[in-house]
């Protein structure tokens, strides 16, 4: 295993870190409350006995179950060995005593008098307005290290640069952060500036959906086909952050031992500046090719307006390739925004005469309105 330093805390972490959002389940459902806790703790213990010693899990995960797993899995001197994260659910306080009852709630479930990274969850510029800053959760966060409850004080975040300078600089004791970074979303919400500007700042950075969700564990066949075989789509992913001297560490949510052990070996051989140029060109070309990449092939050429039923087409699709190249919160953001919505097409077929691309509009626009209407938005943090 490899270590590096968190920022200004003084601490080495290991370059992997295991996030306990999506842990082995008995039923077979993902994310679901019934945790195989047999198999959790052997896949957890086994990436500790290889090095790892970052731990992450939050209040919500698994419906509330991931922190008593995680828990139980750190027993027989387990905890001794790693930094344990979780996350306070700001998102869900009604007031500022919310705050010391789950962070109680939380020690207990964790067994554990301490939480080494805490973090507030999932902030927004509306949380860090509503709730961070109305119930005074930094002077909570502060009394809670000054009791020894908790070591370090970060956020984990999603929203735009700009909110997240807002917060970086609202507060000068953060310890460290948590974004969302990927090769595909080098300029998504914090993006490479925001990692940049908190690592200057001297925080230490730790790096959630390294595989956007595991979209690109397994990219789609355009992606794939600009990526090198000579490593697979994972660990082309997680070198791209390795390979960044502001990354503190790379969290993987591992669900199997087979994906644990995978990931054990990407990190053993990981290292600040490990790839090359032509590396780098190849990864921003990859991007490239996912972004461009469309569900639906639109040029925006617009040959297909106006629609003689109101719909603006070219900006309905782009919202709809959104799923693939920027996640179903940014595109319902985007769908949304648009007065007239898939489910208007009265299928005339008025504007596949005009495509030069050949799109089936009558066949894709009931498509599109029915996969937005069913849209899920899980908080993925």
């Known amino acids: 295993m490899q270590y590096r330093k968190c920022g200004n805390t003084g601490v080495e972490v290991s370059a992997l870190g295991f996030?306990?959002?999506?842990?082995?389940?008995?039923?077979?459902?993902?994310?679901?409350?019934?945790?195989?806790?047999?198999?959790?703790t052997r896949i957890i213990r086994h990436a500790i006995d290889s090095g790892v010693n970052y731990i992450d899990t939050a209040y919500f995960y698994h419906d509330g179950n991931s922190e008593a797993a995680v828990g139980e899995?750190?027993?027989?001197?387990?905890?001794?060995?790693?930094?344990?994260?979780?996350?306070?659910?700001?998102?869900?306080?009604?007031?500022?005593?919310?705050f010391d009852r789950v962070l109680d709630e939380q020690l207990a479930r964790l067994q554990t008098d301490h939480i080494d990274f805490y973090l507030l969850h999932a902030?927004?510029?509306?949380?860090?307005?509503?709730?961070?800053?109305?119930?005074?959760?930094?002077e909570k966060m502060e009394k809670a290290?000054?009791?020894?409850?908790?070591?370090?004080?970060g956020f984990s975040f999603h929203d735009n640069y700009d909110a997240f300078v807002t917060m970086v600089d609202g507060f000068d004791r953060w310890d460290f952060c948590q974004i969302q970074l990927n090769y595909v979303g080098t300029?998504?919400?914090a993006g490479l500036r925001?990692?940049?500007?908190?690592?200057?700042?001297?925080?230490?950075?730790?790096?959630?959906?390294?595989?956007?969700?595991?979209?690109?564990?397994?990219?789609?066949?355009?992606?794939?086909?600009?990526?090198?075989?000579?490593?697979?789509?994972v660990?082309?992913?997680?070198?791209?952050?390795?390979?960044?001297?502001?990354?503190?560490?790379?969290?993987?949510?591992?669900?199997?031992?087979q994906q644990t052990e995978d990931n054990l070996t990407y990190a053993g051989r990981s290292s600040v500046g490990m790839l090359s140029e032509g590396e780098l060109a190849m990864l921003a070309h990859a991007k490239t090719v996912f972004d461009t990449m469309a569900l639906v092939p639109c040029t925006k050429c617009?040959?297909?307006?106006?629609?003689?039923?109101?719909?603006?087409?070219?900006?309905?699709?782009?919202?709809?390739?959104?799923?693939?190249?920027?996640g179903i919160r940014k595109a319902l953001e985007s769908y949304n925004e648009i007065s007239v919505k898939a489910d208007a097409c009265k299928r005339c077929q008025k504007c596949e005469k005009l495509c030069p691309q050949a799109i089936a509009s009558s066949e894709l626009m009931p498509q599109i309105a029915d996969s937005f209407t069913n849209a899920k938005i899980e908080d993925d943090d």
């Open 302 to 326: 617009a040959y297909c307006m106006p629609c003689p039923f109101g719909l603006d087409i070219p900006k309905i699709y782009e919202a709809y390739n959104l799923t693939v190249s920027a």
């Open 194 to 233: 925001g990692l940049e500007y908190a690592a200057a700042k001297g925080l230490g950075v730790i790096i959630m959906e390294p595989l956007l969700g595991g979209r690109l564990a397994v990219p789609p066949e355009q992606v794939a086909k600009a990526l090198s075989c000579e490593k697979t789509p």
């Open 123 to 138: 902030l927004s510029l509306r949380t860090w307005k509503e709730k961070v800053l109305k119930f005074h959760l930094l």
């Open 235 to 257: 660990e082309w992913a997680l070198d791209y952050l390795w390979n960044r001297p502001e990354v503190s560490l790379v969290l993987s949510g591992m669900g199997t031992m």
């Open 19 to 40: 996030g306990c959002m999506r842990l082995p389940t008995a039923d077979g459902v993902a994310l679901s409350a019934n945790i195989d806790q047999a198999e959790a």
């Open 145 to 153: 290290k000054r009791d020894g409850k908790i070591r370090f004080i």
């Open 73 to 98: 899995a750190l027993l027989g001197g387990y905890r001794e060995r790693v930094q344990l994260a979780t996350k306070s659910p700001v998102y869900s306080f009604e007031s500022e005593e919310d």
């Open 187 to 189: 300029d998504y919400q």
